[in-house]
């Protein structure tokens, strides 16, 4: 019925604080639920839906392994009074370190792309912002694609052709570059490009 009823995150959520805003309103309910299987199956349900509905599955054995990492890890501080190594987490486990750095960071809680870096009252900086690849495959073989069909061309007509098509420049902020005019420009990015097409 539970599973049935409960359709989203929020819903679970709101049944659950609802549940539990009812118990501290009307005390005597303690009595009827604290030696019976209801809040925990109320609970484990939640648990069970938010799980299941989780963008990103790990399985069960990675989730255990990094249970039983963080014990350890805590352990060690407790006997040590410095946190431990990867490697002394595997091995008093008797695991691959490989695999105890996939359990671990499979529980660390993934950052949105939105989330803020750096905030001056004004403008907000995001992690969207921080990241680029400016060297992904589609750019990689544009370059390889423009340097062989510019190999045959001037210096001049190069450097041209490069500040306009990789740098996106204009034609304005060319001439201003190089120390010509950009009438100059025009005419002698067209003539490279007549070459390329001949």
Known sequence: WLVET????????????????????????????????????????????????????VSRSIKDTAYRAMQVKEKIMANNGQEPTVSQIAKELDLPTADVVVALESIVSPMSLYDPVYSDGGDTIYVLDQLGDNNDDKNWLQEIAFKQAIKDLSEREKNILTLRFMQGKTQMEVSEEIGISQAQVSRLEKGALEKIKS
């Open 6 to 57: 409960l359709k989203s995150d929020s819903t679970n959520y709101n049944y659950y604080k609802t549940l539990r805003g009812w118990i501290k309103v009307h005390p005597l309910c303690i009595l009827l639920f604290r030696h019976s299987i209801t809040i925990p199956m109320i609970i484990g349900e939640i648990r069970r839906y938010l799980r299941d509905n989780n963008l990103i599955r």
